[in-house]
């Protein structure tokens, strides 16, 4: 039976494209059955539509009460037999209910070595700029179990990366992103294996 995983994302989803190319190698251990979204205009949304993966808008737009959303999500999870939930680069907090519902199977993909450079405002480019004006010579991404505050659930796994001197935000964003492809592409396919053994 396959593992499930829904992926959460707001804006370009080239982690969501990480996933469903892992999930097409003929290994994978892992399908990507729903791709939520709270930008209706965003490239995961698009990517979902492109491969025929089912895919929802939700946002305050959508549902204007907060609890409402909250709801709605846990309901989209459980409709389709979600395992695991992957926020990738989603800028809302998952609601107490969803948090609750699906407790210890959410991660986060973080672009830095978390706790360094982490909690609240600390998303997208914020995070670099950070790096860089800490005088970090190394950085890197992280996935963790998601919890009530932001960034601070254990991490899973994470991987290093270099902070070479001349590295702008955006040269920096962008070694960090193709590491953080590889990393999610790895945890997800090594959680769906260990649920697989269980
Ligand atoms: C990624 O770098 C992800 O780590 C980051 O947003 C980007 C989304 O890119 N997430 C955060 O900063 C969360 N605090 P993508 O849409 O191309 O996957």
């Known amino acids: 039976m396959s593992f499930k995983v829904a992926v959460l994302a ?4 080239s982690n969501l494209r990480a996933l469903t190319a892992a999930a097409a190698l003929p290994q994978a251990a892992f399908t990507v059955e729903l791709v939520v979204s709270n930008n209706s205009a965003s490239g995961a949304l698009a990517h979902a539509r492109e491969l025929g993966i089912p895919w929802l808008h939700l946002s305050g737009r959508t549902h204007p009460d907060q609890e409402q959303l909250d709801l ?3 309901a989209a999870l459980t409709e389709h037999r979600i395992d695991l939930v992957v926020t990738a680069g989603f800028l809302r907090k998952i609601g107490p209910i969803t948090l ?3 407790a210890g199977r959410i991660v986060n993909i973080h672009p830095s070595l978390l706790p360094r450079h982490g909690g609240p405002g600390m998303h997208g480019l914020h995070v670099h700029e950070s790096v860089l004006a800490s005088g970090d010579t190394v950085s890197g991404a992280s996935v963790h179990h998601v919890t ?3 960034d601070e659930g254990p991490v899973i796994a994470s991987r290093e990366v270099p902070v070479l001197s001349g590295d702008s935000v955006e040269s920096l964003a962008a070694r960090v992103l193709t590491a953080e492809h590889g990393l999610l592409a790895e945890t997800v396919q090594a959680l769906a294996v260990a649920h697989a053994d269980r």
């Open 100 to 102: 609750s519902g699906y």
């Open 72 to 74: 709605a999500m846990l």
């Open 148 to 150: 009530a505050n932001y």
């Open 10 to 13: 707001s804006h370009t989803g």
